[in-house]
């Protein structure tokens, strides 16, 4: 049994080498993961100034049932619900259109749908910022003169600065979740429509019973990337609102909010505290999920 | 084809990883190498001709335009100063980001600069956490040429000053003459802010066109109303102090204004927006009060209007107010953490107070000067070749002379920086486009519970 | 029958034609307007309207002239999305071979330790990472943007999983013939990892190339700053640099567009990894 050579020491030894392996990952998690977890809980309890901290208990708590953090957290939530309830239906009937056998030329469609995905969210930001800019010449304002209407100061009023958020979002990642979605339908047997054909099920009951129940995997992921996504969302308002000061927080986020107490404005504790606030919601959100899924499971 | 590209590609990462899988550690260190040395030839620096045997001093600024000034000073400086040469070394960025950037490096003590430009609303910032040096020893030489109030705005209630401007940052009123003519009012008639309206009020029914605008995202006509009024947005110690019946009293009159259609909401939401340049430029407005800094905008983005603008004394609310106020700026400030102390506020100051730096900052910049001298020298205000004094129909230095020195300056201590962040962002977007109904004074006490300072 | 399949086929490829139009339209809109001055398009509106007679190149051309960080900037994007891109494949690729061949003690605590990262947005603790990059001193530094980010939970995820498929026989049989454990990674597992590193290589790549508020935070210098954040830098009304930004943007997409056509089936597979198997 030679089988470690003359080199065998400590490191390559087959009970090491697993540990070895992970190394990586455990040494990231500490010092990257780990560590600013528990310091910002920490933090969030303190005044950070100067290199200095003090304990201050709940205070920055306390600073945070202003207007501007609640509204923030609307935002962000209210974002992350629309974008929900958007970005799974439309993408899951388009995939089971695309799909459908008498679509022609469905790669070079399902290619140019994904294309948005591939822009960078900042150059994307920039030209949904001009398309919906709030001079009468910018792109969308010629399309609502076709129709006879006034041009809109998009980017200043609270309701379609939601209509610009979304639109943005949805030309983003529509292609995306149809992706997802199309890869969910070729795992479905054919021979469960054909089946159904031959039982008499008309197209929608089909997608009723068949596609849809077994496309369940592909919609928790999408839902739970969605989630995440909706709820971390920053750049896109950065970019619509050059900069992080949206007319009135229109398009505040938790994580905008966050990024201008705590590093806009240097009051370290209180975005801390943001941030576990943040951590909180999204803990709570995946025992939820969890608890959801397991018991569907069970159910099943 | 393509199989083939992808799988060079794939050998290419393949062999690296194997190689890098022996000697990680050589790997990471000669890339680290490569990228240090790439970026040493920094492309938005500015340098002096360089002196041997020069002090190194670096600064940052958020503005391209004053590189060429600092490095112009700085090799007129080694000109008149040959004992103590300097070398300086000019760094651009983008404004926020440079801010922040600034203020992080401060709380860890070091990369920061000697000199830095700190734009007003930041100023309080820096200030309050004590990172920048009294420049009293080198300001006082000047005292007697230059605007006080201009210098003593970036200080503390202890005496002691922290940075000088570029400009004096007198507030005036840009007319429109066209427009003004097509009414047939004369901007000159008008003192108070009554008699704006009543020439407001002609304007649009000859011309069709609102008087003046007001920003939804920037706080200059109801902090210049404010000033007229003496009244601050932080108090003498500091604390935010927005909800005052003087401010609701000026968000009532800028309401008024706009429901009288006089007044409009600047296109971009303020008075920097490309927007609202593409709109001034069309004649779209016929008249603005800002500062006279603002002049180089006209210059730089308004060529339509060329001949066409003419700057008169702002309204006030009672006649024989001074009619001028002091609004906008940046501070220039040395960092406590300088090596150079000594060197960096001698050369500050004689970049913004000395003859030289107040001219260059007039001819070239198109900044109205600090320094009182400049006034009066027909050479300066006469002087037919500046594109400053072309463009416009009325002289600039006719206002100043008029109503000298002693003006009212924003208090920009305390929570100022904070108040600043919450009025841009929400609270003159509030009072002028949201929420339009609502009673002044409840708005203001809503707005200020939102500011989060902590002294 | 036959007719009515043959309607269905039109309607179709008509909602799906409409459809990709409208995709592709802000795109178009990027580029139709990058031969226009920048700052007239700010003015007057971002739109189709085409004068032929003053349509021109300056854009580009000031794009390329030199005088401007563009493609600095384009070249730190680019240094960081390939050193990120190699060091995170073969750091989660090492990690997930462990995760995938060995059991070992504490394995499915750490392993839950990989699920939580996943889980959690790394805004969050965004603060405290800022403090930790001063603390080493890598402010202002391409490593300070990449050095928290080099083992990704969501690839050794996927390495796990595609790696599980390999029976650990096949191990053994290695070590019969004389080969270390880190020998059997490097010669035997990562070639038969190609295909995984492709797909994935492009999901990190697009994450790196894309990446925004956390070089936005880290990089301090103008001339190292990445191409996004130096893109949104030009938005700024202060800089009278539009004409740059819409031409940058278009030249910003270009590459991309054309490895995606080159490498379709990678891209697709990369960025939608996860949601097969996940």
Redesign the interface.
């Known amino acids: 049994m030679k089988k470690k050579g003359v080199f065998s020491r400590f490191l390559y030894s087959q009970k090491v080498a697993p540990y070895v392996f992970v190394l990586p990952f455990v040494l990231t998690f500490l010092i990257f993961f780990a560590y600013p977890v528990i310091s910002t809980i920490y933090m969030s309890f303190c005044k950070v100034s100067g290199g200095e901290t003090v304990f201050i208990g709940l205070k920055n708590y306390k600073t945070l049932t202003n207007p501007v953090f609640i509204k923030a957290l609307k935002n962000s939530m209210f974002y992350m619900v629309v974008t929900c309830a958007i970005m799974i239906p439309i993408p899951m009937i388009l995939a089971t259109m695309l799909n459908s056998r008498h679509m022609k030329g469905k790669g070079f469609y399902r290619s140019v749908m994904f294309i948005p995905a591939l822009t960078s969210v900042v150059v994307a930001g920039i030209v949904f910022r001009l398309m919906f800019g709030e001079v009468s010449g910018s792109f969308m304002n010629q399309i609502l003169g076709l129709f006879g209407h006034d041009p809109l100061v998009w980017l200043r009023r609270p309701f379609t600065v939601w209509i610009v958020l979304f639109a943005l979002c949805i030309w983003r990642w529509t292609g995306v979740n149809m992706m997802y979605y199309l890869s969910g339908l070729q795992q479905i047997p054919k021979d469960l429509y054909e089946s159904a054909d031959i039982d008499g099920a008309g197209r929608f009951q089909q997608f009723r019973y068949i596609t849809l129940p077994l496309l369940k995997p592909t919609t928790i992921y999408v839902l739970t990337i969605s989630i995440f996504g909706g709820l971390a969302m920053f750049t896109e308002s950065y970019l619509i609102f050059n900069g992080n000061n949206s007319p009135n927080n229109v398009g505040t986020t938790i994580v905008g909010y966050l990024y201008r107490v705590g590093l806009q404005q240097n009051n370290i504790g209180i975005g801390s505290a943001i941030g576990v606030v943040l951590l909180i919601i999204v803990l709570l959100l995946n025992v939820i999920q969890l608890a959801l899924n397991g018991t569907f499971k069970k159910g099943e | 084809m393509?199989k083939r590209?992808?799988s060079v590609l794939?050998c290419l990462?393949?062999t690296?990883?194997?190689m890098?899988?022996c000697s990680k550690k050589s790997a990471d260190t000669s890339?680290?190498g490569e990228?240090?040395s790439?970026?040493e030839?920094?492309?938005?620096?500015g340098k002096n001709n360089h002196v041997d045997g020069g002090t190194d001093l670096s600064l940052w600024t958020?503005?391209?335009l004053h590189v060429g000034f600092y490095t112009e000073m700085a090799d007129v400086w080694n000109e008149k100063n040959p004992d103590k040469p300097i070398n300086i070394t000019v760094?651009?960025?983008?404004?926020?980001?440079?801010h922040?950037?600034l203020?992080?490096?401060c709380?860890?003590?070091e990369?920061t600069p000697d000199i830095a430009d700190i734009e007003v609303g930041y100023y309080g910032?820096f200030m309050k956490?004590n990172y920048l040096l009294p420049i009293n020893d080198v300001v006082e030489p000047y005292e007697d040429e230059v605007v006080m109030s201009r210098v003593e705005m970036y200080g503390d209630n202890e005496g002691n000053w922290y940075g000088a401007d570029f400009h004096l940052g007198a507030s005036v009123t840009y007319y429109n003459m066209d427009i003004m003519n097509e009414a047939g009012v004369d901007p000159a008639s008008i003192v108070t802010w009554d008699d704006y309206v009543e020439a407001g009020k002609v304007v649009k029914e000859k011309t069709g066109k609102p008087m003046c605008a007001v920003e939804?995202?920037d706080l200059f006509l109801p902090q210049l109303m404010m000033l007229e009024k003496k009244t601050q947005y932080v108090t003498d110690d500091g604390q935010p102090n927005i909800a005052n019946d003087d401010h609701a009293e000026v968000i009532d009159y800028i309401r008024m204004m706009i429901d009288e259609g006089i007044c409009e909401?600047a296109?971009?939401?303020?008075f920097?927006?490309?927007?609202w340049?593409?709109?001034l430029?069309d004649g779209g407005v016929a008249s603005i009060s800002m500062p006279l800094w603002y002049m180089g905008r006209f210059t730089?983005?308004c060529g339509d209007l060329e001949g066409k603008i003419g700057i008169y004394e702002i309204p006030v609310w009672n006649e024989g107010d001074t009619r001028e106020v002091l609004q906008g700026g940046t501070g220039t400030s040395v960092l406590k953490f300088t090596e150079q102390e000594d060197l960096a506020k001698e050369f500050l100051a004689f970049c913004k107070l000395s003859e030289e730096g107040c001219t260059y900052e007039w001819e070239v910049l198109g900044f109205d000067p600090i320094r009182t001298s400049l006034w009066d020298d027909p050479a300066i205000t006469e002087n037919p070749d500046n594109k400053y004094l072309k463009y416009f129909t009325t002289n600039p230095f006719d206002i100043l002379k008029k109503n000298g020195t002693d003006l009212t300056a924003p208090n920009i201590s305390g929570a100022y920086?904070?108040t600043y962040?919450v009025l841009?962002?929400?609270t003159y977007?509030?009072a002028f486009?949201?929420a339009t109904d609502q009673d002044a004074k409840e708005l203001l006490e809503?707005e200020q519970?939102?500011i989060?300072y902590?002294e | 029958m036959k007719k009515k399949k043959n309607t269905q086929t039109i309607l179709l490829v008509i909602f799906f034609s409409v459809l990709a139009l409208i995709t592709l339209l802000p795109l178009l809109l990027l580029f139709v307007s990058s031969f226009r001055p920048g700052a007239e398009l700010i003015r007057y509106g971002l739109n189709f309207n085409i004068d032929f007679a003053n349509a021109n190149i300056d854009t580009y051309r000031l794009l390329f002239s030199g005088q401007n960080n563009y493609f600095i900037w384009y070249k730190n994007s680019l240094v960081i999305t390939v050193v990120q891109v190699f060091l995170a494949l073969l750091l989660s690729a090492f990690v997930g071979y462990g995760f995938a061949m060995y059991d070992f003690k504490f394995k499915n605590l750490i392993f839950a330790g990989v699920l939580i990262v996943m889980m959690i947005p790394t805004e969050v603790i965004i603060l405290p990472l800022y403090q930790l990059i001063i603390k080493l001193g890598i402010m202002d530094n391409m490593w300070g943007i990449m050095l928290p980010y080099l083992v990704i939970p969501m690839l050794i995820f996927f390495f796990r999983q595609y790696l599980s498929g390999i029976p650990r026989d096949f191990l053994d049989a290695a070590r019969v013939d004389g080969c270390s454990e880190y020998g059997i990674f490097a010669r035997i597992m990562v070639p038969l990892m190609k295909p995984s590193f492709a797909a994935m290589g492009i999901y990190q790549g697009m994450q790196s190339w894309n990446n925004f508020l956390w070089p936005m935070i880290v990089i301090r210098s103008q001339e190292k700053i990445t191409l996004p954040v130096g893109l949104q830098s030009l938005l700024s009304p202060y800089g009278n640099n539009y004409d740059i930004l819409i031409a940058g943007s278009c030249f910003a997409i270009v590459p991309i567009l054309i490895l995606f056509i080159c490498f379709q089936s990678y891209f697709i597979e990369g960025m939608t990894a996860g949601g097969v198997k996940g």
């Open positions: 393509k590209i992808l794939l990462v393949m690296m990883s194997l890098s899988a890339s680290e990228s240090s790439g970026t030839a920094g492309m938005t620096q958020f503005q391209e760094t651009t960025g983008e404004s926020h980001s440079l922040q950037k203020l992080v490096a709380q860890a003590g990369g910032s956490d939804s995202t909401i296109p971009g939401g303020f920097h927006a490309e927007e340049y593409g709109h430029n730089d983005y920086s904070a962040s841009v962002s929400t977007t509030n486009e949201n809503t519970s939102t989060i902590e």
